[in-house]
């Protein structure tokens, strides 16, 4: 299982240049002008895991496959998208699609491109998103409250069940606060997620600074940091334009280029990493001769729902999992040693995996 990111922004913040970068393509038209992605973008990227290689290494494997996340890059929002403005009401369906909001804020100065408002100010930008998707929200759950009225006099316990939920998201919105701050209990999850309320997304900001900030941000970029933290989301600071000369590189070029510009790893690694946080989401391993692959699951998956995500018959069937801790596989140098070595435990169905196990599924036909 990878996972979906929308890319959303005002126009001409750096998204589609961003999105280019990412996906290593050319399919969205980065131009200086407003909505020039007016068809949602779609590209997948390997997910970049130094494991996996050290993996494959020890176990001869002819194939790295590494999991995937996919990005969209989604049309340029201005205020009003809530009311149709612009192309709003394309926007919010393409929103509700993805798994999380990559919110990209303009952090730079250039004279030469167009800001929608006149200014930057990433701060008001953010703002001005969060407030069209509450919008767009508070209107949904009006809508959909006043249909369940007849469900309701009936007394069925889905529709009183939806009617509690959307009462307190409407609550909340009316507040002034996005939808993701509702307290749900365990019990009311799927119905919650069934909603599909755009402000339930979880956001990661992502602040486009010019080259040379790109190692330490600026004072735009430190706004973000600080509204973030007060939010408890997460921020990443990512020079658009630097990930598009990248992209176009040479790893070795790449490496090099990264030095030069006093950064560690390319914006991709830590946007990848980001998402992953913010979704609570981790990884584990098959390695073997034929190929080495990367899986990305939920924290807390179990042993068969782990291996269900390689195929529904291997959670059906699931009699165990033998595993191996990532560490152990390394330092017994492959399977065998950690037989040897007792580092091999045989897994039933309460397991959870952890991230970095290396499995193997049994399972009956």
């Not at 020039?36 to 973008?41: G, K, L, Q």
């Not at 340029?76 to 993805?98: C, D, H, M, P, Y």
């Amino acid at each position: 299982m990878g996972f979906k990111m929308g890319i959303v922004g005002l126009p001409n913040v750096g998204k589609s240049t961003l999105f280019n970068a990412l996906t290593k393509t050319a399919s969205a038209q980065a131009a200086n002008f407003p909505f020039c992605t007016i068809e949602p973008n779609v590209g997948e990227v390997g997910v970049p895991d130094s494991r996996l290689d050290k993996l494959a290494a020890i176990a001869g494997s002819k194939q790295i496959i590494p999991t995937r996340m996919t990005f969209v890059d989604i049309a340029g929002l201005v205020k009003g998208a809530s009311k149709g403005e612009g192309l709003g009401n394309q926007f919010l369906a393409n929103i509700r699609e993805t798994d999380a909001i990559a919110h990209v804020l303009r952090c730079f100065e250039d004279g030469d491109v167009t800001h929608v408002d006149g200014r930057v100010d990433p701060v008001a930008d953010a703002e001005t998103i969060e407030t069209e998707l509450m919008l767009a929200d508070l209107e949904s759950i009006e809508k959909r409250r006043a249909n369940l009225v007849r469900k309701l006099k009936g007394n069925d316990k889905e529709a009183q069940q939806q009617e509690r939920l959307l009462a307190q998201a409407q609550a909340m919105l009316e507040e002034g606060k996005p939808a993701r701050l509702v307290e749900v209990d365990d019990e009311d999850a799927k119905a919650w997620k069934v909603l599909q309320l755009l402000s339930t997304k979880p956001v990661l900001y992502v602040c486009n600074v010019g080259e040379s900030e790109s190692a330490e941000g600026n004072a735009h970029s430190a706004k973000v940091a600080e509204m973030a933290a007060a939010q408890g989301n997460s921020h990443v600071v990512i020079s658009a334009q630097i990930e598009e000369e990248i992209s176009q590189l040479e790893a070795e070029e790449a490496q090099m280029f990264l030095e030069e510009m006093g950064l560690e790893e390319a914006g991709l690694d830590r946007l990848i990493r980001a998402g992953y946080e913010l979704l609570h989401l981790e990884t584990y391993f098959t390695v073997g001769p034929k190929e080495a692959r990367a899986w990305t699951i939920r924290q807390g998956t179990s042993g068969p729902q782990a291996a269900g995500v390689i195929h529904g018959d291997f959670e059906k069937g699931f009699i165990r999992a033998e595993t191996i801790a990532y560490e152990d596989f390394i330092a017994c140098n492959g399977e065998q040693g950690a037989k040897e070595a007792g580092k091999m435990r045989a897994e039933g169905k309460s397991y959870i995996v952890k991230d970095g196990d290396v499995m193997h599924f049994l399972f009956n036909t």
